[in-house]
Structures are given as structure tokens and as C-alpha cells.
């Protein structure tokens, strides 16, 4: 077999059909089968694409073998399972993930090189699976592949969104939000006709007398609408265990695509039934931490809950136990307060369906749930009102009122005749009109409550749930630090690095017990080691150079130091102290000398983000960035010292891409803010140093990495509230000089018309500086000049870099899901045998 390799081959010559394939290639042969068979293309004409959809067929068959013979081991076994709620699944690509996991990318590889195909390019083709937003939705995905990789019988239940987050495009400088429709060509997930479950709206509560003469209620006259399974394999790294990912959509009910309308001569409005029934699972709410409290995002949620606490409650019926054992068999997790209807919904289903007492039910249910909180922000804090509740799901609020009732009562028996704790903590807020907090549902609702940085669950405990630490004490309060995969965020996405790790510690273990990193300190001083390392980032640099070529069609220059900045565009992310910093470097550096400017560490300062498409102030910063990109970039004078870059539609295989290519990437966030960041850790792990504040996770990974090892600045946690105070209601408020300068130049046009972004300018100089930019910009621009002097110490700049790698173990996701299974959940690996 001598076949031609093409780089980047649209048409792939194959001579002849009857090419024998070497044994030992088994996935060449099994997609050369699909794309013959499956997709009932012939060789001859087998594009990049084609190609992409053979190898993922191949690879899914592999998959859903593993994944049948787990849901049975598991079923078989009969043990307590962890069911994972989260309304976004940030999952990216697939089929890289599913080559490494399954342990065959090597021979896929050779097999598509054999065709004349480059393997980047075939991985290249994929869509990415966009569920989600930001840091909450990719945590979710992370998880998922600890839980397959360390065996536990584990479920992620979400939505099947048609139109995952949006797609961004940068008009004129301006963000454009264009729709992801993704699902074509999707070959990951297994729809499951037969699993359906008819969830419902609206109606009206009757209230009727059993046999046995208990007084029960019943939801009547409700809308139907229907759920409908879509399964998608988790594979674990190095292990058979795949578990399963069900995605839920919704279509009109069967009965309902309505022969009777239809025969009726309706044909109109039944049509328009089913639309209004697919629009439940249509599109994802493109809000990073901001709840505005739609309708058709509550009957996301519920329809969501609903759909998935049903088929928790047939499996669990299936073992035939008494319900008392429930919490035994099952562990629900609530990622955010996203997902809290579930609490009322298995209440609901506990004594309205099911017969059981109250207390009965109300036991089962908070030894079940846990809840995670992912912010302190207030506008992220869900609130629904209750005449939306009350219209949309007339029981679930009366069991939110009894819920509440019952709580209530017991406080005010701890702490008699204090009114003002009985209203802050009440789950219902008595304003016009009356709001459901979500937070204190899920609290009460849960036997734990976890925040995921050690900072972050200070702060939840000492301000937004305070008064509920008085109440049940601080045992139900605890910390779950954040992590990230090894596998997808070293090992996929810096493969070179992940196979220099593994020559020195002498295999991939490290991949699976992340702490093992911790011998590479042995290598610090070790020349060709550092030479090969440097010489990795070098690589990973020049292919992200060429892409910002291609795609931007400015030049960089690989040797600049790469300082990075992205994730979701949000005040509190401080983008703006960013661009007002690489504003200041710009002012310094033009009225700088030939001779002092021979000092200057040249520069790429790289941002990219989604803003929501509602959020006004960030899509001013993204037009502010990219007006100081042009202005930059088109100054000759200043030529390589400084480059601005806007990456559009940043994801998560662009974060593949950007994450091993970065030197310096900004954390930088208002202290108290960032509940933990996950990017933070992605960065170090791939050897990029980070600049950023006390916040979220950066603490702890300052204590794990050391403290020179990190470029920390700013205000801390606990001072920021009084700065703000004394902005608004201390004498005059003075700018820090510099970023006057800076100002002055955005107001005297240097950047464009100064009115576009006069809303920003505002905020700091006449609205309070709630971000603290200007109290924090001395310390941000000192730190950055540190950070220059400190790179051109190229050695000791590796030597920081190999460092904090080899101290990075603790970041893992395997730990992550290690300390929920004990302190939460309570469940075991199942242990796979050799079938
Ligand atoms: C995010 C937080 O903003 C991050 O600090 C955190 O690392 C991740 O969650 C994961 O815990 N978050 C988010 O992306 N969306 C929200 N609505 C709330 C928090």
C-alpha cells in the first residue's frame, strides 16, 4: 500500500477496492467500511469530512460496545449511582477525546495517513459541541471524564439544544452573534425514541380524598409536551467504563400533533403546537453569570428536571427497594441553582404520586441532593417570580410554600421573634411581585453545599449564606475546589508536552494520578529537558502565530512574549484593566527613545470572549479591543514590541489551541469575584505563567506552585467592600494618573470615536468604579513590568514554568470528583473486570 500523503486533500485518489489492510489497523478498516457503507461514499471521492465521519463512525462503534457492557455491569451490580444536573455540557470536540481514551490514535493515525489523510486535518473537521456558556458548563464536561475514567456509576442529565452558544464574528470591530446550529453531522449521540417522557405546563391542582381518606392533590388540565432521549458515550481514559451523557429534546407530545385538530381542519394550529413544543429545547441562554428570568428558561429547567427525575425514580423502581432506600441508590447533584425545580419535583412525585407522608418524602429528598454554588455575583443569583410559577407549575408552588412553611417554623424556634432573619432567609422574597430564591431552596433542599474554591466557600458562608450557616450549622457548608481534565487539557490538547512528561517520569501514569507531575522538579536543571521545553512552547507559539495569521491577517512575531487573555467578556473578568493596560504600553512605548525602546520586551497581548448579546458594556470592550488592535498594529513605529489581537469565536478547541501557546495569560478579576476560574489552571498546566488577583482559585494555586512562581496583584477580598464605599460616599474620587493618561488618549479619538466608548471611561470616573480598575491599575501595570524583566531571564522563566507544572497535581478533576464521592455523595467505583 503506497498511497500518496496529501496535506490538506480534498479529493483522495485510492486505486482500486481491494486493498488489503494490515491486521493490526482495525480502525482504517472499520471506517474505510463506514464511508463505503454508512455514508455510502466510494474512496474515490472521500473528502476531509467524509473522512472526519468514518473515523468518528469507527470510533463509536468501539464506544457504545463499552458502553452497553457498562450500563449492564452497572445495572448488574445494582450499587448507588451519581446523577450530575446541569442545563450546559461544554463538551468540545469528540473524536480526539475518543481516540486517546480508547488508546488507538496512533493506528488511526497511520490508517488515515494511508488514505492521504493528515489526522489535525480529519480532527479538524469537527463541530465543536458548544452546550454551554463558559467555566460552569466546561467544569461539567471535565467531570464527566474524571467520572468515566475513575469508574464511578455516574449519569450527566441536560438539554439537547438545537442552537448551542452562538457563533461570534467581529464586524467592524463590533461583536455578531450568528447561530450554531450544530446537530448535522452530529455522530455522537444515540437518539432513544422509545425513551420519552411526557412532562406538563400549566393546568390547574385539585384536591380530592384517596381511598384511605387522605386529603391529595392532583396537577390537571396541564399542556403536554414531550421528552426524548439522546444518549452521548463518555469513555474514560484507560478503562472500559463508558458512561452515559442524556441529552433531553423536546417535541410535541404524540397524542397532541393533534389528529383531533388535524381532522378538525386546525392543521395551523397543530403545526404551530409542535413548534411551540421543539422551542423548549431550541437554544441555549447565551448568559454567563446573569439570570434574567424568562419564561421559556423555567420551562427549560423544569421540562429538564422533570424528564430527568422521572427516569431516575423508573430506574430506581426497578430494584423494587423500598423508597426509604433512595438515597442509598441515588446521588443528584445540582450544578448551580439551575436545576433546583428537581428538589420539588421529587417531592412532588414522593407524596403525590407515590403516597408517602410529608416528613416521609421531604427525608428522602434532602439526603439525595447536593448543590453546588458557582458565584457570589447578585445578578447570577436566580430568582423566578412567583406568578410565573404559579401559571407555569401550580403544585410545585404550593410545595415551594409548604417547603417554606415547614423551614420557617424551625427557625423561628431557634431564633425567636427575630422577623428580619425569617424574611432574609425566606425562600420567598416579598417584593412586587413576589420572587422564589432559588439559592435558599437548594440549601434547604440539600444535605450539602459546596463552593468550588477555598475562597469562594469563605464568601458564601460569611455573606449570601450566612444566616443559613447559623441555622444548620457549618457542617452543611463545604469546599470542592475546582480542577480541570489532564487528559484533554495536557494531553490532547500539548500532546508533545504530555509525551516529554512521560519519557522523563517513564510512562503516561501521571495522566491518572496527576500528583505524579511532582517528580519533574528532579528536571529543573536538566539542560536537554529544559531545551526540549522551551523548544515545545516555541512550536506551540508558531502554529498559534500562524493562526492568528490566517485568520486576522496580522503578523506576530513567535518570540514576543504571548500575554493571553480568554474567557467570557464580564466587568467583573476585568477585560477593561486589561486593554487600558496594553493602552498604557502602547503610550509608553511611543514616547520612548531608539534606545530605550531596544529594552522593551516585545509583546502579543491575545483576548478573545463571547459577550452576551444583551450585555451592552462588554460588547464595548470587545469594540474597544479591537479599534486599539487596529490602531496598533497598523503603527509602524512600534512594529513588533507591541501586537493586539481579537481571536473571534473563542471555544474550547480554540482554548486547545491557545492554552500551550501562551507565556502569560491574565486572571484578573475584582477580588471576591471569580468563584474559582478553571483557565487559570489550563494555563499553568501547559507551562504559561499567570499574572492575576487573590481571587478564586489563584490562591491555591499560588500556595501550590509558591508564591515566585506567580505574578499576584491588586486589592484583596476583604478590602474591596470599603473602597467601593468610600467611592461613592467619600470626598472627591481621584483616577490613578496613568490611566488618566489613558483616557485621555481614548477621549481625544486616538482609538476611533471617543463616544462609542465613553460608557467605560464612565464607570470608573463617575459611577463608582464598582470593578476597583482604577484602585487596582498602579498595582497591574507595576506587575507587568515585572513580568517583562522577569522573561528576559529566559532560564529562570523556564525554570518558574517547569516548576509550577510539576506542582499542578492537585488541579485534577480525578481529585475534584474523589472528594464529592466521599464528602457528598457517598458512592464507590465500580470496578471493572476483564470481560
Ligand atoms: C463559573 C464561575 O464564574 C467560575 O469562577 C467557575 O470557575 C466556574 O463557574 C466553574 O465553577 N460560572 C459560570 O460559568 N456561570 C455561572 N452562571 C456561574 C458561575
Known amino acids: 500500500l503506497n498511497l500518496p500523503t496529501r496535506k490538506s486533500s480534498r479529493q483522495v485518489p485510492m486505486f482500486g477496492r481491494s486493498v488489503e489492510f494490515p491486521a493490526d489497523s482495525l480502525p482504517q478498516k472499520e471506517l474505510v467500511r463506514h464511508i463505503e457503507t454508512t455514508l455510502a461514499r466510494s474512496l474515490y471521492n472521500c473528502d476531509e469530512n467524509a473522512a472526519y465521519s468514518g473515523t468518528a463512525l469507527a470510533f463509536r462503534d468501539r464506544l457504545i460496545i463499552e458502553w452497553n457492557k457498562t450500563q449492564q455491569r452497572q445495572t448488574f451490580n445494582d450499587q448507588k449511582r451519581v446523577y450530575y444536573l446541569s442545563l450546559e455540557f461544554l463538551m468540545g470536540r469528540a473524536l480526539d477525546n475518543a481516540m486517546l481514551n480508547v488508546g488507538l490514535k496512533d493506528a488511526a493515525r497511520d490508517g488515515l495517513k494511508d488514505l492521504g489523510f493528515r489526522i489535525e486535518d480529519v480532527i479538524g473537521q469537527e463541530h465543536d459541541a458548544a452546550l454551554g456558556n463558559g467555566g460552569l458548563g466546561r467544569l461539567a464536561a471535565c467531570l464527566l471524564d474524571s467520572m468515566a475514567t475513575l469508574n464511578y456509576p455516574a449519569w450527566g442529565y441536560g438539554l439537547r439544544y438545537r442552537y448551542g452558544i452562538f457563533k461570534q464574528e467581529i464586524v467592524n470591530g463590533y461583536q455578531m452573534e450568528v447561530p450554531d446550529y450544530w446537530l448535522d453531522n452530529n455522530p455522537w449521540e444515540f437518539p432513544r425514541h422509545e425513551i420519552t417522557v411526557d412532562i406538563q405546563f400549566y393546568g390547574c391542582v385539585r384536591k380530592y380524598q384517596a381511598e384511605n381518606g387522605k386529603i391529595m392533590h392532583s396537577w390537571e388540565d396541564a399542556e403536554i409536551v414531550q421528552a426524548v432521549a439522546y444518549d452521548v458515550p463518555i469513555p474514560g481514559y484507560g478503562t472500559k467504563t463508558t458512561n452515559n451523557l442524556r441529552l433531553w429534546s423536546s417535541k410535541a407530545s404524540s397524542g397532541e400533533f393533534d389528529f383531533q385538530k388535524f381532522n378538525a381542519g386546525d392543521y395551523e394550529s397543530a403545526v404551530a403546537d409542535e413548534q411551540r413544543a421543539e422551542t423548549i429545547s431550541a437554544v441555549l441562554y447565551p448568559n454567563d453569570n446573569l439570570e434574567r428570568g424568562k419564561e421559556l428558561r423555567l420551562k427549560q429547567q423544569y421540562f429538564w428536571c422533570a424528564a430527568s427525575l422521572y427516569d431516575i425514580v423508573r430506574r430506581f423502581k426497578k430494584s423494587k427497594r423500598a423508597w426509604s432506600e433512595f438515597p442509598d441508590q441515588v446521588a443528584i447533584q445540582l450544578n448551580d441553582t439551575h436545576p433546583t425545580l428537581a428538589i420539588v419535583e421529587l417531592q412532588r412525585i414522593l407524596i403525590d404520586t407515590e403516597g408517602l407522608e410529608w416528613d416521609e418524602a421531604w427525608n428522602i429528598v434532602t439526603k439525595s441532593f447536593g448543590y453546588t454554588n458557582h458565584t457570589v455575583l447578585p445578578e447570577a443569583l436566580e430568582k423566578w417570580s412567583v406568578p410565573l410559577l404559579q401559571n407555569l407549575l401550580p403544585r410545585h408552588l404550593q410545595i415551594i410554600y409548604d417547603v417554606n412553611l415547614y423551614f420557617l417554623q424551625i427557625v423561628e424556634k431557634r431564633f425567636p421573634n427575630d422577623r428580619e432573619m425569617l424574611s432574609r432567609v425566606s425562600i420567598i422574597e416579598e417584593s412586587h411581585p413576589k420572587m422564589v430564591r432559588m439559592a435558599h431552596l437548594a440549601i434547604?433542599?440539600?444535605?450539602?453545599?459546596?463552593?468550588?474554591?477555598?475562597?469562594?466557600?469563605?464568601?458564601?458562608?460569611?455573606?449570601?449564606?450566612?444566616?443559613?450557616?447559623?441555622?444548620?450549622?457549618?457542617?452543611?457548608?463545604?469546599?470542592?475546589?475546582?480542577?480541570?481534565?489532564?487528559?484533554?487539557?495536557?494531553?490532547?490538547?500539548n500532546p508533545r508536552l504530555s509525551a516529554l512528561i512521560a519519557e522523563k517520569l517513564g510512562g503516561y501514569e501521571f495522566l491518572t494520578d496527576l500528583t505524579l507531575l511532582d517528580k519533574l522538579e528532579a528536571f529543573v536543571d536538566d539542560k536537554k529537558f529544559r531545551t526540549e521545553w522551551a523548544e515545545i512552547k516555541s512550536a506551540n507559539k508558531l502554529r498559534l502565530a500562524r493562526y492568528i495569521k490566517e485568520?486576522?491577517?496580522f503578523s506576530v512575531n513567535p518570540d514576543a512574549l504571548f500575554d493571553v487573555q480568554v474567557k467570557r467578556i464580564h466587568e467583573y473578568k476585568r477585560q477593561q484593566l486589561n486593554i487600558f493596560g496594553v493602552i498604557h504600553r502602547y503610550l509608553t512605548i511611543k514616547a520612548m527613545s531608539a534606545e530605550e525602546r531596544k529594552k522593551v520586551v516585545p509583546r502579543v497581548s491575545i483576548f478573545g470572549g463571547k459577550?452576551?448579546?444583551?450585555?451592552?458594556?462588554?460588547?464595548?470592550?470587545?469594540?474597544?479591543?479591537?479599534?486599539v488592535s487596529f490602531v496598533v498594529n497598523n503603527d509602524a513605529d512600534v512594529g513588533d514590541l507591541l501586537k493586539v489581537i481579537f481571536i473571534e469565536d473563542y471555544n474550547v478547541s480554540k482554548a486547545e489551541m491557545i492554552c500551550p501557546a501562551s507565556d502569560l495569560s491574565e486572571h484578573i478579576s475584582t477580588a471576591g469575584t471569580e468563584a474559582s476560574g478553571t483557565s487559570n489552571m489550563k494555563f499553568v498546566l501547559s507551562g504559561g505563567l499567570i499574572i492575576g488577583t487573590c481571587d478564586g482559585a489563584n490562591i491555591e494555586i499560588t500556595r501550590e506552585i509558591g508564591e515566585q512562581n506567580i505574578f499576584l496583584f491588586g486589592t484583596l477580598a476583604e478590602d474591596v467592600e470599603e473602597l467601593r464605599h468610600r467611592h461613592v460616599y467619600g470626598q472627591t474620587f481621584q483616577i490613578d494618573s496613568q490611566l488618566a493618561k489613558v483616557f485621555e488618549a481614548i477621549k481625544g479619538n486616538m482609538f476611533g470615536d471617543a463616544g462609542d466608548f465613553s460608557a467605560l471611561t464612565a464607570s470608573v470616573e463617575q459611577h463608582g468604579d464598582f470593578y476597583l480598575v482604577s484602585d487596582d491599575f498602579n498595582s497591574y501595570v507595576t506587575t507587568h513590568e515585572m513580568v517583562d524583566e522577569a522573561f528576559k531571564n529566559r532560564e529562570e522563566w523556564l525554570a518558574k514554568s517547569i516548576t509550577s507544572v510539576a506542582r499542578m497535581g492537585f488541579f485534577s478533576t480525578d481529585r475534584v470528583i474523589n472528594e464529592y464521592a466521599d464528602s457528598i455523595w457517598n458512592v464507590e467505583p465500580l470496578e471493572v473486570g476483564k470481560d
Open 444 to 493: 434547604i433542599g440539600s444535605h450539602k453545599v459546596n463552593g468550588v474554591a477555598e475562597l469562594h466557600s469563605d464568601l458564601i458562608k460569611t455573606t449570601i449564606f450566612k444566616d443559613f450557616v447559623e441555622i444548620y450549622g457549618p457542617d452543611r457548608f463545604t469546599n470542592v475546589t475546582n480542577g480541570i481534565t489532564p487528559r484533554r487539557w495536557l494531553h490532547q490538547a
Open 551 to 553: 485568520t486576522t491577517g
Open 611 to 627: 459577550a452576551a448579546p444583551g450585555y451592552w458594556m462588554a460588547k464595548t470592550v470587545i469594540h474597544l479591543i479591537n479599534k
